[in-house]
């Protein structure tokens, strides 16, 4: 019952995000027109599409797994994070783990590099002038995409304190937290695990492992 309860306000949660984030680019189109315009590219502005798209990543390899078409079967060899939803298990010498440890600790420095390099050239990100219609529509964006990690980071800690621990870090640093998370997870998992194993709980992953033998 509770776990019925708990699926049906995500459900909810989800469909309110998603019609709001609808909304705001509407909106954002109507006041201010197209996004593809090279003047809203400012440093704050690149920045944070830096840091967005670095959080889309996870979501892109989830996405992968679970479709089993070409085209998201294509776009997870593109990621080098998995070997595929019907190969699980790692062939050859290269292991999908260490290739994706590799990748989200590539793309944690990337954006950590992204951020000092802004805030040397272009100071504080904490200016009003900084709050145009699109980096708005951007930020709205960025969140959305956080309450989904989130709620998959509270559902992979078993201790509410660490999940709001890392929540909390979620919203003041984006993307590096997101890739020092699931790092921390790949380090959990052996090099010969299936990958799509980083998105169950530890206590579930024995049954897991024993499927993809």
Not at 11 to 30: D, G, P, Q
Not at 31 to 45: H, N, S
Not at 58 to 68: G, M, Q
Not at 98 to 116: D, E, H, K, P, W
Request: hydrophobic letters at 55%; a positive charge.
């Amino acid at each position: 019952m509770a776990s019925s309860l708990l699926v049906n306000g995500l459900k909810a949660l989800f469909l309110v995000l998603w019609c709001l984030m609808v909304t705001t680019l509407i909106y954002t189109i109507s006041i201010d027109g197209l996004p593809f315009r090279w003047e809203i590219l400012t440093p704050w502005m690149a920045a944070t599409l830096v840091d967005f798209y670095i959080n889309v990543v996870p979501f892109a390899v989830w996405v992968s797994y679970k479709e089993s078409s070409l085209i998201a079967a294509t776009l997870w060899v593109i990621l080098l994070v998995c070997l595929g939803r019907d190969g699980t298990k790692p062939k050859g010498k290269h292991s999908s783990v260490a290739i994706a440890r590799i990748l989200f600790s590539v793309l944690g420095c990337l954006m950590l590099g992204t951020l000092i390099y802004t805030l040397l050239t272009d100071g504080s990100p904490f200016r009003k002038e900084l709050l145009t219609p699109w980096m708005t529509a951007t930020l709205i964006d960025f969140y959305i995409n956080v309450v989904a990690l989130s709620v998959w980071v509270a559902y992979k800690e078993s201790n509410w304190t660490t999940a709001f621990f890392w929540i909390v870090l979620l919203i003041s640093f984006g993307s590096i937290t997101t890739c020092a998370y699931i790092v921390k997870e790949l380090f959990k998992l052996a090099w010969q695990d299936p990958l799509y194993l980083i998105l169950i709980r530890k206590g579930n992953r024995a049954e897991h492992r024993y499927e993809s033998i």
